[in-house]
């Protein structure tokens, strides 16, 4: 088992951003509010909020850390960790 550090690195604004919204919103209304932001609907409204509130809940960092895991795998770097027997952490 290893842990993508780039896919991981991109989940950290929204994983903040739930923490954030959690005395504002309550627990469940903070992950709604940011699983708003992540997939762009609102599902408690129905209404589509776009690309401006995806913008602030981590939307882009997500996508680059998947594109550099991606680039990473395609480079050779993970398997060069691998080799160097580096436990657990890959790109």
Do not use: C, E
């Amino acid at each position: 088992m290893t842990i993508p550090l780039g896919i991981v690195a991109g989940f950290i604004p929204a994983i903040n951003d739930v923490r954030k919204n959690v005395p504002n919103y309550g627990v469940l209304g903070s992950i709604q509010h940011t699983s708003a932001g992540l997939i762009g609907w609102d599902t408690v409204s129905g209404k589509w909020v776009g690309w401006t509130q995806m913008k602030y809940a981590g939307t882009p960092g997500m996508l680059a850390g998947f594109a550099a895991h991606i680039i990473a795998n395609k480079v050779g770097l993970n398997r060069a960790l691998s080799r160097a027997r580096i436990p657990l952490i890959r790109i």
